[in-house]
Every structure is written in C-alpha cells, then in structure tokens.
C-alpha cells in the first residue's frame, strides 16, 4: 500500500551514460514533483506536472527531462550524466488546493 | 517569492529535554506552513501543517508548532526529546491557491544525547 514509490532506490553508473528514474503514486493525487537533494541535504525542486502538464520548470540543464504518461506516473529521464548529478532525486505528488506534499523514498543517484 | 529560514543547521539536544527548531518565513500573502523529518535513508515524512485557524497545531509524535504572524515564525517543538527523534528536520512553505509552489529551508539536524 506504498503511496509514492520510486524505482531504483539505488542507481551507480558511469559518466556520459543515460538513466531514468520511475515514479508511481497511487494517492489519486494530480500533481507530482521531482526534487533533487544535494550532500547537504539541501531540497531543489526541478520539475512539477499538473494532470499531466509541465507547470513548474525550474532551472535546470536540458539533459533533465521529466515525463508524465498519466496523473500517477512521473519519470525522469537523464541524458550525458555528469558527477555533479549524483544527489538524491526524490518524487512527490499533492492534490491541488491541499498544499502538502507527500514524498516517495528517494533515489540514490552516483555517478562514478 | 518566500524564503525560509531554519537557524541553526544542527541542534542537539539531551534526551528527555525540550526540542525547539526555529523556521521564519517571509510572504506577503498568508502562507501554508509544514514541518517535515527525514529519517536517514529515507524521504521526508509529514509532521505536522498549518493551514487555517487555530495558530497551534499538533503533529505526530508529540511535536507542535506555533504560527506567529507578527514574528512571521513557525517553530517546531518537543516537550521531551526521544532518542527516536534524531533526524533531519524541514520547514517549508507554500503559497498559491493550488499549493504547486514549496519553498524549503535548508533543514536543521537534530541529534539527542543519550
């Protein structure tokens, strides 16, 4: 009964490779985010989709593309990745008009 | 756009003494308030949120928090630390009639002393 998940928990890969990260809510929420948090826990918010549409695209380099197949699914697809990628990325979801957010476990991203 | 600011980046406290976690906000607009923990390894899981009405608000695990307009602050606190609660602790704001928009502090790191 997990209510945002996220997969991969933990992601190693190489410089310059491609990866993306899965997100799943299943709170009949209508907007979900992708945050990055840095080695100082610092949150960043990077992404936000409402009802499947982009409404908050903060500044980040064009190799962070996010995906919204439906209200539930928000993935995040990273092109060329770069050490300074390696964070945690984590999702969350909010139904409009409740502000709270509710935030999946993380994903472990290094980038070696 | 609002800013959040949690002084003090680490507190420590001793079990079973008071905790208290500053948060000042600024907005021009009345805010939605929440404090948020992290576990280690873990996503952020919802304390406590004010929204409207009463200025005290309860939480999960015996922390509450008070909402002072004219100090624009949103403290966190516990009357009786628990080893249990060394964690990482966030203060966030939003604002907008959707609530899309968070702003995060920079988190305060909460370690009690056995």
């Known amino acids: 009964d997990t209510a945002v998940s996220q997969t991969p928990k933990y992601l190693v890969t190489q410089m310059g490779n491609d990866k993306s990260i899965k997100c799943e809510q299943n709170?009949?929420?209508?907007?979900m985010y992708w945050y990055k948090q840095d080695s100082k826990k610092f949150l960043k918010i990077m992404f936000s989709?409402?009802?499947?549409?982009?409404?908050i695209n903060e500044t980040v380099p064009n190799r962070f593309s996010p995906k919204s197949p439906d209200k539930a699914h928000l993935n995040l697809h990273i092109n060329s990745l770069e050490l300074g990628d390696s964070a945690v990325y984590f999702c969350?979801?909010?139904?409009?008009?409740?502000?709270?957010?509710?935030f999946g476990p993380g994903t472990r991203l290094t980038v070696t | 756009a609002q800013s959040v600011t949690q002084l003090g980046s680490h507190v420590s406290v001793s079990e079973g003494a008071l905790v208290l976690l500053r948060c000042n906000y600024s907005?021009?607009?009345?805010?939605?308030l929440f404090w948020y923990v992290q576990y280690p390894n873990q996503g952020l899981q919802l304390l406590l949120k004010?929204?409207?009405?009463?200025?005290l608000v309860k939480g999960i695990n015996g922390f509450e928090a008070e909402f002072k307009k004219s100090e624009t602050s949103f403290h966190l606190t516990k009357p009786s630390a628990h080893m249990s609660d060394a964690a990482e602790y966030f203060c966030?704001?939003?604002?907008?009639?959707?609530?899309?928009?968070?702003?995060f502090g920079t988190g305060t790191s909460l370690t009690v002393i056995p």
């Open positions: 989709y409402n009802n499947k549409e982009l409404i």
């Open positions: 709170l009949g929420h209508d907007t």
């Open positions: 969350a979801s909010s139904l409009s008009g409740k502000h709270e957010q509710y």
């Open positions: 966030a704001v939003s604002e907008g009639s959707t609530g899309n928009q968070f702003y």
């Open positions: 004010y929204t409207t009405g009463a200025t």
């Open positions: 907005s021009s607009v009345p805010p939605y």
